[in-house]
C-alpha cells in the first residue's frame, strides 16, 4: 500500500488543521493505522493509532484533547483534525500502516508516506 499524507500548513497557536492520508494499492481498512510526527532536531515520535474498524484509539498524552484521529467512511482515507495547535506541535507529519497488531511501536509500522509539515507560531 502506497500512503500520500497532506494537509499541513502554517498556523497561528490556537490554530487548527486536518491532515489527511490517502491510500492506493490497498484497503487501509486492512490496516492499523497511525500518525507520527518528527520535529526539526528530533526524532520521530508516535501521535496516535486507531485500530482498523475505527473502535480503538491510542494518543500520545500531549495531545489527548486536542487531536482526533478518524477513518473516512467508505473512503481509503484517514483524518487527523488538529486544534488547539501550539507551536511544540510543529513538525513533518506522517501517516502509517501496520498490519499487525494494534500498537505505537514506530518500527512496527510496515508502511509510510511521505510527510506533510505543520507549523505553527506563537
Known amino acids: 500500500v502506497q500512503l500520500q499524507a497532506s494537509g499541513g500548513g502554517s498556523v497561528q497557536a490556537g490554530g487548527s488543521l486536518r491532515l489527511s492520508c490517502v491510500a492506493s494499492?490497498?484497503?487501509?481498512?486492512?490496516?492499523?493505522m497511525g500518525w507520527f510526527r518528527q520535529a526539526p532536531g528530533k526524532d520521530r515520535e508516535f501521535v496516535v493509532a486507531?485500530?482498523?474498524?475505527?473502535?480503538?484509539?491510542n494518543y500520545v498524552d500531549s495531545v489527548k484533547g486536542r487531536f482526533t484521529v478518524s477513518r473516512g467512511n467508505g473512503k481509503n482515507m484517514v483524518y487527523l483534525q488538529m486544534n488547539s495547535l501550539k507551536p511544540e506541535d510543529t513538525a513533518v507529519y506522517y501517516c502509517?500502516?501496520?498490519?499487525?497488531?494494534?500498537?505505537?511501536?514506530?518500527?512496527?509500522?510496515?508502511?509510510w508516506g511521505q510527510g506533510t509539515l505543520v507549523t505553527v507560531s506563537s
Open positions: 486507531i485500530s482498523r474498524n475505527g473502535g480503538l484509539t
Open positions: 502509517a500502516a501496520k498490519i499487525t497488531r494494534f500498537g505505537y511501536n514506530i518500527g512496527s509500522y510496515e508502511y
Open positions: 494499492g490497498g484497503t487501509l481498512g486492512s490496516y492499523v
